[in-house]
């Protein structure tokens, strides 16, 4: 399809599952803007810039991919950048609740963007950004969750 599908999130970092999802949707929209939300609230381990980069690095052998950062509303980003769709990953029905209710909030700030919910590969249904930190800080092996770009940045930031 010929629309821009926007994917935000805070990538904190990007993992294998948010990459599963990068790719399910650029075989459904021609056109993917990967966009990391500032999101301080979370204190993030990695910079916006960080976390772009880890992202560019991982998608770099996908076309048809951008990668930015915003800290707007991510409706109204979507339509500033003319995204016509946001993609979200639903990894389990827990996901649902909360996803559900931020694509209704969505709708009603952006009435003409929708969201489409995508399903990761089973295998990284039970995988996410806090976990893989937690086990990285630990020093337990991360390699099959995340890029190994990833793997070498949470290297970096826990000195092992
Ligand atoms: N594979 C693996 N993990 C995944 C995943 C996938 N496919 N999809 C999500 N996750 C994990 C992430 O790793 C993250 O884990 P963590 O909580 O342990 O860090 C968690 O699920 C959710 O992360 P993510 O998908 O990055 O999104 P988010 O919930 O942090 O981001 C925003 C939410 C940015 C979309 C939302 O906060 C937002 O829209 N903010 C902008 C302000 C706004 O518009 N507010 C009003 C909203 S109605």
Redesign the pocket.
Known sequence: MGEIALY?????PV????I??VKRARKIFSSLVVAV?E?PQ?SPLFSVEERMELIRTATADIDGITVTW????????ARSINATVII??L?AVS?FE?EF??AL??RK?EPLVETVFLM?NEK?SY???????DIARRGGDISCFVPEVVGAGLKAKFGA
Do not use: C
């Open positions: 935000p999130g805070t990538f904190d993992t294998l599952g948010h599963d999802i939300a999101n979370k915003f800290n707007d509303l991510t409706a109204r980003f979200r990953g990894r996901d909360f209710q931020m909030m969505n700030i990761p990284y995988l996410s950004s806090s976990l893989v930190k």
